[in-house]
């Protein structure tokens, strides 16, 4: 059955996830201004790295709470099955990644050092242990207790990244590192969220390896996505322009993380549709969210200049442009939120590959296409288009697959 507590867990959510990114938002601006665009740019490989290898393998965290809202008299085992997959594959990918630099070929991906990359795989661990934990009360809809956990990880970072600052500290590793320290705080605080692979259970994780296989590729393509026209541009430009660019893609996805928000709602609510009526309550509360977030897009469209001079300042004045375009990829994600949950709360994650997919491939024609005709204004154009495209394949995926999906409401 559909939750009625929507709107006071909006308000505990949405506060925690307004405050929480606002606090985000503050250190970007504190490390841009500090920096400067050069070697903020720099930093932003680094940082984008850190986002995709932290919140890349998110399917793992939807999964979990797919299977512990379904089975909650299994949820512990659930969840330390889920924790050690999910850990180990981060361990994993983090020793690769060490031994790729140790070996004696000419290994530099991003043009900017190795390390980086490395650095920012470590800090990604930080993330990673937060998303634990906030899927944990998300499942049990604990979202007190999941909205003063974002909360803390945000303030103690703000603290460490400051400290960082006060103490003229240049180097850009410290500031990807210290977004390790609060997740390893947050572990050790919360003593139900200690894991014990005893508890492991190899059944449980092959039911969430083939519920997620789908989603986890999914949510991982899409972090690549969200930052692919970034990646882009690293292959045409450098220095000052990257910066530039960054700072209006931040802005952006500070927009991307309030859509999230309904995300942590939805996916419950999503998860537990058993009629048709719950179907058509779940329509009607997300129009009420296109509505107020399109209104949302509004305020901060017309605001964009504003935002940049007085956030970032003066220097990152080419950045106006650069996120008036870019604000309108976002239009697409706003459409296709209530129809990616249904996809996920029935089962269709392959559904969402597919269109992800698509997302991909269009990204990777349009942006060089369009870049080499218009320069970097180019590869904005080229994301908001590919946005859109993949829009439309939402729209046509549900379009078909509705008849389908309603009739195994009527069948549960």
């Given amino acids: 059955m559909v939750s009625s507590n929507t709107p006071k867990n909006f ?3 949405g506060f925690a996830n307004y405050t929480s990114h606002f606090i985000g938002a503050l250190i970007s601006i504190l490390l841009a201004r500090w920096l400067g665009p050069t070697a903020f740019g720099i930093f932003s490989i680094g940082f984008y790295v850190l986002t995709i290898f932290g919140m890349g ?12 809202v379904r089975f909650p008299k299994k949820e512990q085992d659930i969840f330390m099955t889920f924790c050690t ?3 180990g594959i981060a361990f994993s990918i983090i020793l690769l990644y060490s031994l790729l630099l140790l070996t004696p070929f000419p290994w530099n991906p991003s043009g900017a050092g190795e390390k980086i990359i490395l650095y920012g795989l470590i800090g990604g661990l930080g993330m990673q242990f937060l998303l634990i934990a906030l899927s944990a009360f ?5 979202f007190h207790i999941y909205s003063r956990i974002k909360l803390l990880y945000y303030v103690f970072l703000f603290f460490l990244i400051l400290m960082g ?10 500031y990807l590192l210290m977004y390790i320290i609060p997740g390893i705080l947050i572990m050790i605080i919360f003593k139900n969220l200690w894991i014990f692979t005893s508890r492991f259970r190899p059944e449980i994780a092959g039911k ?5 296989k789908w989603l986890i590729i999914t949510h991982f393509i899409r972090m690549i996505n969200l930052r692919m026209d970034f990646f882009w541009l690293t292959r045409y430009y450098s220095g000052d322009i990257l910066g530039q660019y960054s700072a209006s893609l931040k802005l952006v996805n500070i927009f991307v993380i309030l859509i999230g928000t309904f995300s942590v709602l939805l996916l419950p609510q999503a998860s537990s549709m058993k009629s048709t009526r719950d179907f058509k ?13 399109l209104i949302s897009w509004g305020v901060v469209f017309s605001l964009s200049p504003f ?11 080419q950045a106006i442009p650069i996120l008036r375009i870019l604000l309108y990829s976002v239009i697409p994600l706003i459409f296709a939120l209530p129809i990616k949950y249904i996809f996920l709360g029935m089962g269709k994650t392959a559904y969402l590959l597919f269109v992800t997919v698509i997302q991909a491939l269009s990204l990777i024609v349009i942006i060089p296409f369009l870049a080499n005709k218009m320069g970097v204004i180019g590869i904005a154009y080229g994301k908001v288009l590919s946005f859109f495209i993949t829009l439309i394949f939402y729209l046509l995926v549900y379009k078909f697959s509705k008849p389908y999906l309603l009739t195994q409401l009527h069948a549960g």
């Fill in 208 to 212: 969430l390896w083939r519920f997620g």
């Fill in 281 to 293: 309550i779940y329509w009607k509360e997300n129009r009420k969210i296109i509505i107020f977030l």
């Fill in 165 to 174: 600052i006060q103490f003229n500290i240049e180097d850009l590793h410290y």
């Fill in 85 to 87: 997959l999910k850990i």
């Fill in 138 to 142: 998300q499942a049990r809809e604990q």
């Fill in 11 to 13: 308000i505990r959510v």
């Fill in 57 to 68: 393998f998110s399917g793992f965290d939807q999964s979990y709470v797919y299977f512990a």
């Fill in 307 to 317: 935002l940049i001079i007085i956030m970032y300042g003066p220097q990152y004045l």
